[in-house]
């Protein structure tokens, strides 16, 4: 069982709240056993108020060590204007003790103001873009529905969440369990996290059986901390031997030569647009080390990533 908790932040959307709860909500009914464990915190620990008067019975952050797997803060309105130094001192203690932190909605904003999300792929919704052009530092800010890097889990907000926490629970109970979720809430289509940026996966590989597209959405959602390949054909459904052969049928490739590939797409773009260490963007994209990143970089594009840095990155 897993504990997730979601701190409430004043202004928080229902719709995005209710996406995120509801899957969860459904994996707890369609197990017979607890699959996940929901706590809803404040600042206040009283009833609040969505920004639209639904009303939520919540615990203080303030009366709990943060003693979960994960905490998402959910925040609407205007986050940017949130200054609550209990707050933002609860949420780095969460952060020394191991807890994954996400953000949803506007809650990014939150986390980094908090300074928890410094050298970290991250998404917002679209309205508080601006608010990281405010704030001082370095932001790996992506426009995609919601992105996982490593410990941070961050989504849009609106719909977006259901998406999320697709990718979650296909990554903890398997795909078809994430599918019967997703059916019961008719979501005919699960869009992946690179979704609306990105055409889909069928526009970008063409048309491929069910379990190589499930093998796909989980390693595009996955770049940080790598599946193994039985898992990832596990989680799909299918033996490793299986999915091995579809994968290749569909894409030329084998399972580990396409998700080195996408991972190394992501280090490129990283290279390309930012001032991060090869070092760390290598971490980021789930390498054990420099050194293993480059020489799987030059297996791949030909040149040493540093040469993509001179070439086309900042000074």
Known sequence: MKRIAFLLVDGFALLSTASALEPLRAANLFSPTLRYEVTLLSSSGETVKSSVGGAFETRSFRDLFPRFDIVFVVAGGDPARVNDPALFAWLRQADRSGVALGGISGGAVILAKAGLLANRRFTVHWHHYNDFDKLPGDWLLERRLFVIDRDRYTCAGGSAPLDMMHAIIARDH?????????????????????????????????????????????MESHIADPLGQDQIATLSGLSTRQLQRQFREATGRSIMEEYRRIRLETGKELISSTRIPLTEIAQMTGFSSQAHFSDAYRKLYGTAPSSLRKKEGPA
Do not use: C
Not at 199 to 211: C, N, W
């Open 174 to 218: 398997g795909t078809a369990f994430a599918q019967r979720i997703s059916d019961w809430f008719i979501q005919t289509e699960v869009r992946g996290a690179d979704a609306p940026q990105r055409s889909s996966i069928t526009g970008r590989y063409g048309v491929i059986p069910i379990p190589v597209e499930a093998a796909l959405e989980l």
